[in-house]
C-alpha cells in the first residue's frame, strides 16, 4: 500500500506527476496500491501497456517480478467482467500459480484445468496447462466466450523440442479480441520475438529488464576458500549504469591455477588415451572448465577440489545458506544427501525439526507402510529433518512438493537439483552452486552455456529477504578462471523455435478451418518468421560454396573423363546402400523373433551369433505362456546341448532343413543326444556349407536390382581404371558435399515463404494416403487442397502423442481389441515409453504374455508401413515403439504392489509415475477416440487401474477436486 508519508516527501511537481498518472492509468494506480513495495519501471511500463489495450511481451531476469504484470492482466479482466486464462508450462507451475490467485481473488473465481484435473473450469480466471487451452481451440469450446487475457508464463518454452509447438499454436489460434501477455526470461532476441508476435497478434508491446532485483555476486569454491571470481565488482552486481564489458578476473584465481599444474598432471584439461599421449579433443567438454581429471597422480581427491560436506559447511560458515546445489545427474543429488547426512551435518534446530515433520507428515498421509517402504520414504525423511534434501524428476511429486514448501518457508538449508529445478517453480534461494560446468546431454559430455549458466544462477537472490544473491562454481582439475569469467559474463539465451506441424495438428486445422487457411497459418509460425529472416546469411553461405566447387573440381579433373559425373555414380550407390541398411536394421528384431517363435522341433538352423555360432538342430523351440521371448533347445554340430535367447539372433534366422526329434527325447541320455547327431551329421552333408546361401535377403529385390545396375555403371566408366582415382574422387566427393548443402540452401531459399507449409502439405499427403483426409463426398473428384477430415481423422484429432498417427491405425486396424486391462496397458505403453540410458531394468526388455507379443508384432508392423510412407513423402519418422515399460504397466494394473514393480523395472518413483500417468493419457485418448464400445470399456478400466496408490495420490494440503475424471484432452472433437 501507498504510505501517505511518502508523498509528503515528494515534491509538488513530483506529488502533480504522480497524480497526472493515476489519471492517466486509475486501474494500475489501484493494482500497485495492493502491494507493499513500489512496482518497478519495467512492471509499471508493462502494465501500461496492457491498460491500454495492447499486448505484451515482457522478458526479464528470473525472480525479477515479471509475473505482476500477468496479475495485473488478471486483474483487469475481473474489472471488466471478461475471463483471463493463465498458461504455465508444467502442472507444479500451475498449482503454485493457482494457489497465489486463490489468496488474491477468492476460490469463487479462480479455477484450475491440468491433464487430471477440472476444477471450477468455468470461473472468471483459471488458470490451465498450455496445452488445455489448444486443445480448447481446436475444441471451439465455449469456455473461450468472453474471453479477454490470456497470460502465457514461462513462455520461452516454445523452443522445448517436444512441447514448444503448443505455444505457437496457441498464439497463432486466438481470436484477434484477446490480449496475450507473454512472459519470459531474458532472451537475446527479444526484438526478434516481439516482433513476430506484433505480426501474428497485432499490436504488441515489447519491455525488456535486465536488471536484476537483488545483485548477484559471483564466486569460486576452492578448497574450503570461497575466492571472488573478478577482480572488482561482478558484472551480474551492477545494477546503476553499464557493467564492464571485459572485467578482469580475480588474480588469486590465475594464481591458483598455475600453481594447481604443478601437483595435477599438466594435461588435466586432456584425459590421456591408452597411448599415454594426450587425446586431441577432450572428452569431457571443451576442456575449459576442468573435471576431466579428478585424481592427482598418488589417486587421491585434489586438496582443491571440496567435498560435499566441506562445501556445505563453508556456505555455513559464509552465511550463505539457503542453498541450491546443481548436480547434473539424478544418482549424484540422491548420492550427495548421503554423503552430507555421513559426515554428520544437522542444520536445523528441534523447533524446525518439530515443522519438517509436520510438512512430511502431511505430503505422505494416505500412503501406505509398503509404499514408502518401497519410496525410501524413511532416508528421504532423515535427511528432511536434518536440513538437507534432494530434488529431481525421478522423485514422487509429492516428495518433491515436500522440499519444495520446506525450503520455501526456510526450513531446508541445502537442496541438491538436476537443472529441471531452473526451470520450473519458483525456489528462490541466497546461493547457488555449480558442482560442475559440464554435463551429458544423452550423447556426450558438453559445455553449459551462457544462457544455460544465467538460468541456473539466476535463482540466487532471493527479493524481500536478501539484499544480494551469490553465484558460487566449484572447483574441478584443470579449471580455467577465465572462461569461467567470460561464461559469468555474458547473458546470451536465443530463443528458437521449434514449430513443427503434426498429424493430430494437421487433421485439426483442416477440420476447422479448411486445408487452405490451415497452411496460410502455419506460414505464421515462429520458425517461418526465423527461417525467413535468415535468408540473406544463406546467400552468403553459397556464394562461399560456389567457389570452393569450382576450385575443388578443378583440382579433381582427370584426362580419362568426367570425374564430378563418376563422383555422384559413387554417391548413389553410398546413399542407396545407406537407406536399405536403415530401413533392415529396424525390422531385423522383430524378424530374429518372429523366425524364433515359427521355429519346431528337428529344425536344422544357422545359429548367428554367440557361443554357439554354427548349425544346430533344435530340440525344443523353447516357447512358454510365462515369457514372451523363445528360449530354444539346441543341438550343436560339436554335439553340445545349448539353450539359445533372442541375444543370439541379431538378425533372423532360416530353417534349412529338417531331421526327426523323438517326442520324448532326453537330453541328458548320451545314446539319444548321438542318434540324433548322427542324423543332424548325414542331413547337413546334403546342404551347402556356404552359411551365405541361407540367410535371408538384405533388402527387397527392387533396390538390390537397382544397386547392382549403379554398380555394373560405376566400373564401366572410364575414370574406374584411373591410377589416381582414390584422390581424385576424394577432392570430387568434396564438391559434391558442398553441391548438396547449395542444394539444401536453394531449397530452403526457394521455399522460405513456405517451409512449414511445405511439410504440412507433406503430412496431408501421408494422411491422405491412409484415408485420414478425404475427398468430399459431393465432388469425389476434388483436388487435394479441398479434401476434408474423414472419419478416421476425426478420430485422430482426439490422439495428443507423438506417434500419434500410428496410435491411430492401431485403433482402425482393430490392433487393440480382445486385450483384457493389463495386456492392453503394455501395449499403449509402447507408444509412449523412451528408454533412458539409465534405465536399470534387471529384466530384458519384453512384452508380458505371448498374446501382448503377438499384438507388438503387428503393432511394429503398422509403424513399418507409417515410417515407409514418411520416407516417401520427405518427412522424419516417427520413434519406434519401445516395450522397456510394457511389464511394469501390465504387472501395476493387474495390481502388483509398488515395491515390485519398481524392483523389477529399476526405474525411479518419480519416473514410474510419469509414464504410468502417460499411459493413463493416452488410455483416456483411446477412450474418447474408438467407436468401439468393448475397447472403450477396457480403457476405462486400464485408467481405473492404474489410478491407485502412488499415481492416484494427492497431498492432504492441497484440496482434491471434484470433477477429477473430466479432462479437456478428452474433449477435442474436430
Not at 364 to 379: C, K, N, Q, R, T
Not at 479 to 498: I, W
Not at 803 to 820: K, M, N
Amino acid at each position: 500500500m501507498t504510505d501517505p508519508r511518502d508523498l509528503e516527501e515528494l515534491s509538488a511537481a513530483d506529488r502533480f506527476s504522480r497524480f497526472r498518472q493515476r489519471q492517466a492509468s486509475p486501474a494500475l494506480a489501484d493494482f500497485a496500491d495492493t502491494f507493499a513495495f513500489p512496482l518497478d519501471e519495467y512492471q509499471l511500463e508493462a502494465c501500461r501497456a496492457v491498460e491500454q489495450g495492447s499486448g505484451v511481451l515482457v522478458a526479464a531476469p528470473t525472480g525479477a517480478g515479471k509475473t505482476v504484470v500477468g496479475e495485473f492482466a488478471v486483474h483487469l479482466a475481473l474489472l471488466q467482467g471478461r475471463k483471463a486464462f493463465y498458461t504455465t508450462p508444467i502442472k507444479a507451475l500451475s498449482n503454485q500459480k493457482y494457489a497465489d490467485l486463490v489468496r488474491r481473488h477468492g476460490a469463487e473465481n479462480v479455477g484450475l484445468l491440468t491433464g487430471d484435473t477440472s476444477h471450477n473450469s468455468e470461473a472468471p480466471v483459471v488458470v490451465m496447462t498450455t496445452e488445455v487451452l489448444r486443445n480448447m481451440i481446436y475444441a471451439g469450446s465455449r469456455t473461450l466466450d468472453n474471453l479477454g487475457y490470456v497470460v502465457m508464463d514461462e513462455v520461452h518454452y516454445l523452443a522445448d523440442r517436444f512441447r514448444g509447438p503448443v505455444w505457437e499454436e496457441v498464439i497463432i489460434g486466438l481470436a484477434d479480441s484477446v490480449q496475450v501477455v507473454a512472459l519470459s526470461a531474458t532472451v537475446s532476441n527479444a526484438e526478434e520475438f516481439g516482433e513476430w508476435l506484433g505480426e501474428v497478434r497485432g499490436e504488441m508491446a515489447l519491455v525488456v529488464s535486465e536488471r536484476r532485483p537483488v545483485p548477484l555476486f559471483q564466486h569460486v569454491l576452492v578448497g574450503r576458500e570461497l575466492e571472488d571470481l573478478f577482480a572488482d565488482v561482478a558484472p551480474t552486481a551492477v545494477t546503476d549504469g553499464a557493467a564492464p564489458e571485459r572485467p578482469d578476473v580475480n588474480p588469486r584465481l590465475l594464481r591458483i591455477a598455475k600453481s594447481e599444474t604443478r601437483e595435477v598432471r599438466d594435461d588435466a584439461r586432456r584425459p590421456r588415451g591408452r597411448s599415454g599421449k594426450g587425446k586431441k579433443r577432450a572428452g569431457y567438454g571443451s576442456g575449459a572448465y576442468g573435471g576431466a581429471a579428478h585424481r592427482d597422480r598418488e589417486g587421491s581427491r585434489s586438496r582443491l577440489v571440496p567435498s560435499r560436506a566441506m562445501m556445505v559447511q563453508s556456505l555455513q560458515r559464509a552465511s550463505l545458506l539457503p542453498a541450491i546445489v546443481f548436480v547434473f545427474s539424478r544418482l549424484g543429488c540422491d548420492t550427495a544427501v548421503r554423503q552430507v547426512l555421513g559426515s554428520g551435518i544437522s542444520l536445523t534446530n528441534g523447533r524446525e525439526r518439530a515443522e519438517l515433520t509436520d510438512i512430511a507428515e502431511a505430503s505422505v498421509a494416505g500412503l501406505s507402510p509398503d509404499d514408502l517402504d518401497a519410496l525410501g520414504y524413511h532416508e528421504f525423511l532423515e535427511g528432511l529433518l536434518r536440513g538437507v534434501a534432494a530434488h529431481h524428476a525421478g522423485m514422487l511429486p509429492a516428495l518433491k512438493e515436500c522440499v519444495e514448501q520446506a525450503f520455501v518457508r526456510g526450513l531446508v538449508k541445502v537442496v541438491f537439483a538436476t537443472e529441471t529445478l531452473a526451470l520450473g517453480i519458483n525456489m528462490p534461494a541466497r546461493s547457488v552452486v555449480l558442482e560442475k560446468l559440464v554435463k551429458f546431454n544423452g550423447e556426450n559430455h558438453v559445455d553449459i552455456t551462457p544462457g544455460e549458466y544465467t538460468q541456473l544462477t539466476g535463482r540466487a537472490g532471493r527479493r524481500g529477504i536478501d539484499v544480494e544473491g551469490h553465484a558460487v562454481v566449484q572447483w574441478a582439475p584443470g579449471l580455467d578462471p577465465r572462461a569461467v569469467a567470460g561464461l559469468a559474463s555474458r547473458r546470451t539465451y536465443p530463443l528458437r523455435s521449434s514449430f513443427r506441424p503434426t498429424y493430430n495438428m494437421a487433421v485439426n486445422l483442416v477440420g476447422s478451418v479448411g486445408r487452405v487457411r490451415a497452411r496460410t497459418l502455419l506460414e505464421q509460425s515462429f520458425a517461418q518468421f526465423q527461417t525467413d529472416r535468415a535468408v540473406v546469411g544463406m546467400a552468403r553461405n553459397q556464394a562461399r560454396n560456389r567457389r570452393q566447387i569450382a576450385s575443388l573440381m578443378a583440382e579433381a579433373e582427370c584426362e580419362r573423363g568426367d570425374f564430378a559425373e563418376y563422383a555422384r555414380l559413387r554417391e548413389r550407390i553410398s546413399l542407396a546402400e545407406a537407406e536399405a541398411a536403415r530401413d533392415r536394421k529396424s525390422d531385423k528384431r522383430a524378424e530374429a523373433l518372429q523366425a524364433l517363435l515359427e521355429l519346431r522341433p528337428g529344425d536344422l538352423i544357422r545359429v548367428p551369433a554367440g557361443k554357439s555360432t554354427g548349425w544346430a538342430v533344435v530340440i525344443d523351440p523353447g516357447i512358454r505362456k510365462d515369457r514372451s521371448e523363445p528360449t530354444p533347445t539346441v543341438l550343436t554340430e560339436e554335439r553340445h546341448v545349448r539353450k539359445l535367447s533372442l541375444v543370439d539372433f541379431p538378425v533372423p534366422t532360416t530353417v534349412v532343413g529338417r531331421v526327426r526329434v523323438p517326442k520324448h527325447f532326453d537330453v541328458k541320455q548320451p545314446s539319444a543326444r548321438r542318434s540324433l547327431a548322427a542324423a543332424f551329421s548325414s542331413r547337413l552333408s546334403e546342404l551347402d556349407p556356404d552359411p551365405s546361401r541361407y540367410r535371408r535377403p538384405g533388402m527387397d529385390a527392387e533396390r538390390r536390382e537397382e544397386i547392382g545396375r549403379l554398380r555394373a555403371e560405376l566400373q564401366a566408366h572410364p575414370c574406374h581404371r584411373c591410377p589416381d582415382r582414390d584422390a581424385h574422387a576424394r577432392l570430387a566427393e568434396r564438391a559434391l558435399r558442398l553441391e548438396r548443402d547449395n542444394e539444401q540452401i536453394e531449397s530452403r531459399v526457394r521455399r522460405r515463404t513456405s517451409g512449414i507449409a511445405t511439410q504440412f502439405d507433406r503430412i496431408c499427403q501421408v494422411l491422405g494416403a491412409l484415408g485420414y483426409l478425404v475427398p468430399p463426398a459431393a465432388a469425389p473428384e476434388a483436388e487435394l487442397d479441398e479434401w476434408v477430415v474423414g472419419e478416421a481423422g476425426r478420430m485422430l484429432s482426439r490422439i495428443y502423442s507423438q506417434l500419434d498417427l500410428v496410435t491411430a491405425e492401431c485403433i482402425r486396424r482393430g490392433l487393440l481389441d480382445g486385450l483384457d486391462a493389463p495386456q492392453l496397458a503394455a501395449v499403449l505403453s509402447t507408444l509412449v515409453y523412451e528408454s533412458r540410458r539409465t534405465d536399470g531394468t534387471r529384466f530384458t526388455p519384453r512384452m508380458p504374455d505371448s498374446v501382448s507379443e503377438e499384438v507388438m508384432t503387428r503393432v511394429r508392423g503398422v509403424w513399418r508401413e507409417v515410417s515407409r510412407l514418411e520416407r516417401d513423402a520427405r518427412l522424419e519418422r516417427g520413434p519406434e515403439p519401445d516395450v522397456g515399460f510394457a511389464r511394469a504397466a501390465a504387472q501395476w494394473t493387474s495390481g502388483r504392489p509398488l515395491g515390485d514393480v519398481l524392483e523389477m523395472t529399476g526405474l525411479t518413483a518419480g519416473d514410474f509415475v510419469r509414464w504410468v500417468r502417460q499411459v493413463l493419457d493416452l488410455a483416456d485418448q483411446v477412450a474418447g477416440a474408438t467407436t468401439d464400445d468393448e475397447l472403450r470399456a477396457t480403457c476405462r478400466e486400464v485408467v481405473a487401474s492404474m489410478r491407485r496408490g502412488v499415481v492416484a495420490f494427492v497431498p492432504d494440503e492441497e484440496e482434491e477436486p471434484d470433477d477429477l475424471d473430466e479432462s479437456w484432452e478428452d474433449r477435442t472433437p474436430v
